[in-house]
């Protein structure tokens, strides 16, 4: 770039040592033109995008009761269904946090503390067939239900002294896992357990 217009301005000063006086305007465009053609312009960068924060995914809210369980509560609060599965038979096994006192089909449930678990089970027909309750005097959330063989596990969240119904489990210094399992056909309690999440 700076040889091309130091070309041009010596060109310039040639013509006017040999008489022939050059016009401004050219030089200085000639000079401008050298400029642009020597040395193309670097592209442009798009300015940096904003980082948005990063958003906590909220857990889903839980679910009201269906219309499949409704007619097979009374009394208390709503409960509320958090997770539900069929058998290979079509029965319904449905899980999810209750407080208080709650009549569901035949039997009557009660909280231990804050909020507790329920499990239900629907037999094919639809009909109900039996509930447990499970919990300890301070909270439970997050209750899920899968199928294991013949038997039906539960699994959640509790900051306090579990029992599946089979008497207290062991209590941690923080909310633990819990992992409750019973009987498929008659609800009868198998096993229970807590475990650590690992955090302070």
Known sequence: ??????????????????????????????????????????????????????????????????????????????????????????????????????????????SRGQKDVFLLKLDPAGKFAWVRAVGSPLGERSPRVAIDGESISLIGMTKGEMNCGAGPLRTWSSETFFFCMFGGSDGAVQAGGVFPTGSP
């Open 1 to 110: 770039m700076v040889r091309s217009a130091v070309g041009v301005l010596v060109a310039a000063l040639v013509g006017l040592h040999c008489g022939a006086a050059p016009d401004p305007d050219e030089v200085a465009s000639k000079t401008a033109e050298s400029s642009e053609t020597s040395a193309p312009s670097a592209p442009r960068r798009p300015p940096p995008a904003e980082e948005s924060p990063a958003e906590e995914v909220p857990e889903p809210a839980p679910a009201p009761i269906g219309p499949d369980l409704l007619p097979y509560v009374s009394g208390g609060t709503l409960p509320h269904v958090t997770s539900v599965v069929q058998d290979e038979t079509g029965a319904t096994f449905a899980t999810g946090t209750f407080v208080g006192s709650v009549a569901i089909g035949d039997t009557v449930i009660n």
